[in-house]
């Protein structure tokens, strides 16, 4: 039996996608929670110094899309990525623009000033209360910067709010003919979608606009139901 371990922060929406991709292909995994006061440690392990990767069999695997790519090409059923090639094509772009869009909305609405402390210990809470302390004023300057600089984080609430409607109106339309996004079966894309969107719904922003959209909540259920979705 190929022994496969997943490093990882559980918050992670990119780590949250490894779960499940390892969940829906019935892949026997352990998890190692990687500490927060020892980020500096991962680029020993992983070159990009980024969460997730995994270790199958001695090898080192990073980048969330690299690791989906690696466990449908050793472990192809049940599929991911469609035969099609025009589908598979759609698949992929599709898992980009969730990866580098709608990531950039969830880490804006859940670590953003309204929602900070409610969802700041979901990263920090395994550290000691006195650097919690510490550590909160400057994780949450980071957030600010990272979404500042990438864009999103310069757009003022009302701005956001018409993104995010837009975006989940997109999704809704995008699954509404067979309930996936792409064809009629799950796929990468759906996965992907799904990992970043109900994180934005962590935050009252999202968790709002979700609210007038029951049929994007169902599509949540399905894809959480087929990937045995554990959410932090």
Known sequence: MAQLTLYQFAVSPFCDKVR??????????EVYEWPLAEVPRIAEVNPTGKLPFIEWDGEIIGDSTDIALAVEARVPSPPLLPADPTQRALVLALEDWADESLYFYEMCLRFGDEDFDRNFPKVAGTLPPDVQTMMAPMLRENFKQ????????????????R???RLFATIEALQQPTGFVVGDKLTL?????VCQAECITDSRLGAETLSRHPALRDYFARVDALTHAQRV
């Open 20 to 29: 499940r991709i390892l969940a829906y292909k019935n892949i026997p995994f």
């Open 189 to 193: 894309a759906d996965i992907a979608i």
């Open 163 to 165: 993104d995010v409607e």
């Open 146 to 161: 990272v979404t500042a600089t990438q864009g999103v984080g310069r757009k003022p609430k009302e701005q956001l709010a």
